[in-house]
Nanobody, 124 residues
Framework: QLQASGGGLVQAGGSLRLSCAASGRLLSIFDMGWFRQAPGKEREFVAGIIWSGDITDYADSVKGRCTISRDNAKNTVNLRMNSLKPEDTAVYYC???????????????????WGQGTQVTVSS
């Protein structure tokens, strides 16, 4: 089970740190991703991190503003978001992809487990 937290209401230019905690499974055997879904839009890839933490990838829309990290000892994955914009408003989901599938990290259909989502609202 994945539990996402850390969302909230923030002004444009502000920062948030989202966390994803796993229970019952070791995150170290999964590549991890963050996705988001804005009202009326498709869910989209935001960031991904390989199971070892050595490789990350970001959507162009957040590159330079977001940092994904993980602590396998604590079974958590985090997404630090800076310089938030109103267009970042969405429900953010963490998801787990069985490792050795890094080539599919941006494709939500390949993910095995999903968290329940946490709302991020950025006011202008």
């Amino acid at each position: 089970q994945l539990q996402a937290s850390g969302g909230g209401l923030v002004q444009a230019g502000g920062s948030l740190r989202l966390s994803c905690a796993a229970s019952g499974r070791l995150l170290s055997i999964f590549d991890m991703g963050w996705f988001r879904q804005a009202p009326g839009k498709e869910r989209e890839f935001v960031a991904g991190i390989i199971w070892s933490g050595d490789i990350t990838d970001y959507a162009d829309s957040v590159k330079g503003r977001c940092t994904i990290s993980r602590d396998n000892a604590k079974n958590t994955v985090n997404l630090r978001m800076n310089s938030l914009k109103p267009e970042d408003t969405a429900v953010y989901y963490c998801a787990a992809l069985r490792r050795y599938n890094w080539r599919n990290v941006k494709e939500q259909k390949f993910y095995d487990y999903w968290g329940q989502g946490t709302q991020v609202t950025v006011s202008s």
